[in-house]
T-cell receptor, first 116, second 115 residues
């Protein structure tokens, strides 16, 4: 059971480039989220999805795009990378929003992104 | 709007001593409160939760937390710290009672346990 798998683990981008951070889970979890972690700011929610075909914005969605074509995958797209997007990105999942309250998120190991 | 505050950036404790990591929150309705732990170069792991019921909740690795409604606090505690408890700890909150509010995380507190 792999849990939540994020790729790549590290990435360096130039300003203006685009890329996709991959997130896949094999636990049949409906609820998936993307967070960014910055020093002194904790984790901030970028986008989330309550199931295939349904996505919504979190606290800091600007500059990011998501889609959820399958239950397993929830990729995060950076449209035109900026230095302010330098961060560690975490994908997290839960069986449902209700299950999240009782069992918590399962987090991936993160993607460390640097934009130069 | 809901929010959570962790007033200490770092907590230093000697091994074997009790530890407390502080958290205060603000929500308009009933709070659902959580603690997560992050070890170096890893994702966060769920430690414990308060939804309703007893104010003292127990979680993984011997940790517990006390919900105090009058002080709007949810401090994380452990009677005897271990060096292996050294990590980054996050408090999180969301408004419960049927609300669809998202989970809001604090800034994190670094716990350092010295031998």
């Amino acid at each position: 059971n792999a849990g939540v798998t994020q790729t790549p683990k590290f990435q360096v981008l130039k300003t203006g480039q685009s890329m996709t951070l991959q997130c896949a889970q094999d636990m049949n979890h409906e609820y998936m989220s993307w967070y960014r972690q910055d020093p002194g700011m904790g984790l901030r929610l970028i986008h989330y999805s309550v199931g295939a075909g349904i996505t919504d914005q979190g606290e800091v969605p600007n500059g990011y795009n998501v889609s959820r074509s399958t239950t397993e995958d929830f990729p995060l797209r950076l449209l035109s990378a900026a230095p302010s997007q330098t961060s560690v990105y975490f994908c997290a999942s839960s069986y449902s929003r209700q299950a999240l309250d009782h069992y918590g998120y399962t987090f991936g190991s993160g993607t460390r992104l640097t934009v130069v | 709007a809901q929010s959570v505050a962790q007033p200490e950036d770092q907590v230093n404790v000697a091994e074997g001593n009790p530890l407390t990591v502080k958290c205060t929150y603000s929500v308009s309705g009933n709070p659902y409160l959580f603690w997560y732990v992050q070890y170096p170069n890893r994702g966060l792991q769920f430690l414990l939760k308060y939804i309703t019921g007893d104010n003292l909740v127990k979680g993984s690795y011997g940790f517990e937390a006390e919900f105090n409604k009058s002080q709007t606090s949810f401090h994380l505690k452990k009677p005897s710290a271990l060096v292996s408890d050294s990590a980054l700890y996050f408090c999180a909150v969301r408004e419960g009672g049927g609300s669809q509010g998202n989970l809001i995380f604090g800034k994190g507190t670094k716990l350092s346990v010295k031998p």
